[in-house]
């Protein structure tokens, strides 16, 4: 079937009892079992039933199983967080004394995870740019296990190409690539389908679509779930809940609707503020002009909702915009049905180094803008009267 469709019915889950249409919410953090070897069987074989909500849940399985499918992997583990997603997927595949590398331009946190935290655990790294794959096959090591990229990349859009990535490392034994899919959603990209080994997205953004959950997801091959839920997930303990993934699962039935009216907004925002005359420069994949542009073309099924702006003026000029705006909100996150602005330097990308921000482009006069799926009109006008302002 069709991608609409598919969000909709694929993997749906009937209640058994009732017959219930949209299926029931099960609150429970725990299961009755039918007797005492039953119950030995099932501690013991956590794929078999249900036991206890931290080893599975059937409402965060629907979730899970509607993600597999969408994004074409064997299986899919529901996360609290994306963070939840990154650092289980990510712990899962490597050992004290490897390497890894990742994109120069990644979520705030994760890169956080990977120069704070994993370190003290013996992982040494490399920051590449990711678009480029000769940089890539450049920086791999004996020891390197792990690729990571983040595409498009959270700020400035950046584009990598799935597809030549994973050719060029089929050619090494065991480096695994792990792509963060956030800005796609499992409707404009899937990069199991192009060669990645393991697909993580934050779905508090585009997944769930309305700000109200937080949540992640990873998807790939049966072997490698089962060890990100046994026993990384079911030890560090960043399990998603009944409730949200029951929010999960009805937003995702309008994603391709909410996803095709994102890119529509986006593509007439982007084109508005490219002739502005208090805009610098729009980061935007959709752009002809934009070097991602044709990799992007290529791998996504369209252009997604997001981008960022250099106005004119610096950080006195993003204050205005930021104090101004009417439509849009003063708000970190994205992929929410509501349009949101925020400013990457000293919000998502304050854990890098100004230095660090400036040679990949994310620069002190820098907004991020999530497109939402208002009336496109009513959006540029905001910006308009807001970016005017600094004019007088
Ligand atoms: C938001 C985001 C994350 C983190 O997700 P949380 O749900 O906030 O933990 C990771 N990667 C990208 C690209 C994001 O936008």
């Known amino acids: 079937m069709g991608i609409s469709t598919d969000v909709i019915h694929a993997k749906r889950y009937v209640d058994p009892v009732t017959g219930s249409h949209v299926a029931p919410i099960y609150q429970t953090s725990t299961f009755i079992l039918p007797d005492f070897d039953t119950a030995v069987y099932l501690n013991q074989h956590i794929d078999k039933g249900y036991v206890y909500s931290r080893f599975g849940n059937p409402s965060v399985r629907e979730f899970e199983e509607k993600i597999a499918y969408l994004e074409g992997g064997e299986d899919a583990v529901g996360t609290a967080s994306g963070l939840g997603a990154i650092s289980t997927a990510v712990m899962s595949l490597i050992k004290q004394g490897d390497h890894i590398i990742f994109g120069d331009v990644i979520y705030g946190c994760t890169f956080a995870l990977f120069t704070k935290i994993l370190p003290s655990f013996g992982i040494e790294y490399s920051i590449v740019d990711t678009t480029d794959v000769d940089a890539i096959k450049a920086a791999i090591r004996p020891n390197t296990t792990l690729v990571y990229v983040e595409t498009p990349a959270n700020p400035v859009l950046k584009i990598s190409d799935i597809q030549e990535i994973s050719k060029m490392l089929k050619e090494y034994d065991g480096i695994k690539l792990v792509v963060d899919s956030t800005f796609a959603s499992p409707y404009l990209q899937n990069p199991l389908k192009l060669g990645a080994d393991v697909v993580v997205h934050s779905a508090t ?188």
């Open 205 to 392: 953004k585009y997944i769930g679509g309305h700000g109200n959950v937080t949540a992640g997801v990873i998807a790939g091959p049966k072997e490698l779930m089962d060890r990100c839920r046994m026993p990384f997930l079911q030890c560090f303990g960043a399990v998603l809940d009944p409730f949200g993934a029951w929010q999960l699962v009805n937003g995702l039935k309008t994603l391709a609707v909410r996803m095709e009216k994102h890119c529509d907004n986006a593509m007439k925002v982007a084109k508005f503020l490219q002739q502005h005359d208090m805009v610098d420069k729009v980061y935007y994949p959709g752009l002809p002009d934009n070097p991602g542009y044709e990799v992007a073309k290529k791998q996504m099924r369209g252009f997604g909702g997001m981008m960022s702006v250099d106005i004119k003026g610096g950080v006195d000029a993003v204050r205005t915009v930021m104090n101004n705006v009417k439509v849009f909100s003063l708000a970190t996150s994205l992929g929410n049905v509501d349009s949101l602005i925020q400013h990457s330097p000293t919000m998502s990308h304050f854990d890098m180094t100004p230095e660090q921000r400036h040679a990949v482009s994310i620069f002190d006069g820098q907004v991020r803008l999530s497109v939402g799926i208002e009336d496109a009109d009513d959006l540029i006008e905001d910006l308009d009267q807001a970016l005017n302002l600094l004019k007088k």
